[in-house]
């Protein structure tokens, strides 16, 4: 158990962070404080996907509602942007989010905020549920687990041999997608796939996609329910890799897939794998003409809804299933005892 662990179990038995809550609330101070989920799943031996997306357990995730509702406002997007805006928040403002748009945000995740009365955001990327394609690092997660091949040459997009026995080599093969300039994905997952002797065809990728990504119809069940459903572009790239084709039709191709499927203009947008963008100002000022209002990153920590906050550079904290109930509600109160990132926290092999 490491030092900043030891300390929030402390001051949760001591009731310090509830009274840091109430203090808060009280003198309505401009913090706002935004979680960030993918996945609610139980940990399984047999799971054929990667473990380590799922953020909380059904019964972890019961719970951190169950701590949101005693001592935050949940709020949706209207309200934030009315806050940007200069709009006055409610006490202690906090926002559930959602990214990818997995199934089990429909089956285990709504049922749950039902029951606690409580609204999140879900932040979906539209053509692997319109194609029922797998997500790239989900069909990487895959393949490695699944080859028959314990070394496999790659030409693609450079040469080299990868051994996927060895520790993190699924990160390794991720980190590829998310940080080469312009790859073409497909061709690359193609060939690892044929490399590692996977049986692969749209049949059985169809399959997986069901099991795992939310339908359109599962999506308009969580709007028809009162949740916010918003961007996180069409194929989940990582936006400083793309040039400026692919670049508007990730941007402006999610949010008419969102109008055409959902009814509703979207009007945030999370960046896949959630590198800030503000020192970047060609690619900010691409999310606002796209019509964006509000971008949010994975930097974690609480944000400053006032004193000037860039609105395309929200802050939120990262959360995994070995998150303790007090390192959870820690964060919440007392943002600097969490574990401080600069973006690219996700859970997932891309990590």
Same mark, same amino acid.
């Given at each position: 158990m490491g030092a900043r662990e030891r300390l929030a179990r402390v001051l949760h038995r001591t009731g310090a962070f509830e009274i840091a809550l109430r203090?808060?609330?009280? *003198?309505? $101070?401009?913090?706002?404080?935004?979680?960030?989920?993918?996945?609610?799943?139980?940990?399984?031996? +047999?799971?054929?996907?990667?473990?380590? *997306? $799922?953020?909380?357990?059904?019964?972890?995730?019961?719970?951190?509602?169950h701590l949101l509702a005693r001592h935050f406002t949940v709020i949706g997007v209207e309200e934030l942007c009315r806050g940007l805006d200069g709009g006055r928040l409610p006490p202690n403002p906090a926002l559930i989010t959602f990214d990818d748009g997995y199934r089990s945000c429909h089956d285990v995740a709504l049922p749950l905020l039902r029951q606690a009365g409580l609204c999140a955001v879900f932040f979906v990327a539209t053509s692997f549920l319109s194609e029922r394609r797998l997500y790239w690092w989900e069909r990487v997660a895959y393949v490695v687990r699944r080859a028959r091949a314990e070394r496999v040459r790659l030409t693609y997009p450079e040469p080299r041999e990868i051994d996927l026995r060895a520790p993190g080599a699924a990160g390794t093969l991720v980190r590829t997608v998310k940080n080469t300039v312009g790859l073409d994905v497909e061709r690359y997952l193609e060939e690892l796939t044929a490399a590692a002797g996977v049986a692969w065809d749209r049949a059985? +990728?169809?399959?997986?996609?069901?099991?795992?990504?939310?339908?359109?119809?599962? *999506?308009? $069940?969580?709007?028809?329910?009162?949740?916010?459903? +918003?961007?996180?572009?069409?194929?989940?790239?990582?936006?400083?890799?793309?040039g400026a084709a692919d670049l508007a039709d990730e941007l402006a191709?999610?949010?008419?897939?969102? +109008?055409?499927? *959902?009814?509703?203009?979207?009007?945030?947008?999370?960046?896949?794998v959630g590198r800030p963008i503000s020192h970047l100002s060609a690619l900010r000022d691409a999310v606002a003409a796209a019509g964006y209002r509000v971008g949010f990153t994975n930097g974690t920590g609480a944000s400053l809804v006032r004193g000037g906050l860039d609105r395309f550079d929200v802050r939120r904290i990262a959360l995994d299933r070995n998150t303790s109930d007090a390192m959870f509600l820690g964060q919440a109160a007392i943002p600097p005892l969490g574990h401080q990132r600069k973006g690219d926290t996700s859970h997932y092999v891309a990590a």
């Amino acid at each position: 158990m490491g030092a900043r662990e030891r300390l929030a179990r402390v001051l949760h038995r001591t009731g310090a962070f509830e009274i840091a809550l109430r203090a808060r609330a009280r *003198v309505r $101070a401009p913090l706002l404080t935004i979680l960030t989920y993918h996945h609610v799943h139980a940990p399984d031996p +047999e799971y054929p996907f990667d473990p380590d *997306v $799922a953020d909380a357990t059904p019964e972890q995730f019961r719970r951190h509602l169950h701590l949101l509702a005693r001592h935050f406002t949940v709020i949706g997007v209207e309200e934030l942007c009315r806050g940007l805006d200069g709009g006055r928040l409610p006490p202690n403002p906090a926002l559930i989010t959602f990214d990818d748009g997995y199934r089990s945000c429909h089956d285990v995740a709504l049922p749950l905020l039902r029951q606690a009365g409580l609204c999140a955001v879900f932040f979906v990327a539209t053509s692997f549920l319109s194609e029922r394609r797998l997500y790239w690092w989900e069909r990487v997660a895959y393949v490695v687990r699944r080859a028959r091949a314990e070394r496999v040459r790659l030409t693609y997009p450079e040469p080299r041999e990868i051994d996927l026995r060895a520790p993190g080599a699924a990160g390794t093969l991720v980190r590829t997608v998310k940080n080469t300039v312009g790859l073409d994905v497909e061709r690359y997952l193609e060939e690892l796939t044929a490399a590692a002797g996977v049986a692969w065809d749209r049949a059985v +990728e169809r399959r997986l996609a069901d099991d795992l990504i939310m339908t359109w119809d599962q *999506v308009r $069940a969580l709007r028809d329910a009162g949740m916010d459903i +918003e961007s996180h572009t069409r194929r989940h790239r990582v936006l400083q890799t793309l040039g400026a084709a692919d670049l508007a039709d990730e941007l402006a191709g999610a949010r008419a897939d969102l +109008e055409r499927e *959902v009814g509703r203009t979207s009007r945030a947008i999370a960046y896949p794998v959630g590198r800030p963008i503000s020192h970047l100002s060609a690619l900010r000022d691409a999310v606002a003409a796209a019509g964006y209002r509000v971008g949010f990153t994975n930097g974690t920590g609480a944000s400053l809804v006032r004193g000037g906050l860039d609105r395309f550079d929200v802050r939120r904290i990262a959360l995994d299933r070995n998150t303790s109930d007090a390192m959870f509600l820690g964060q919440a109160a007392i943002p600097p005892l969490g574990h401080q990132r600069k973006g690219d926290t996700s859970h997932y092999v891309a990590a």
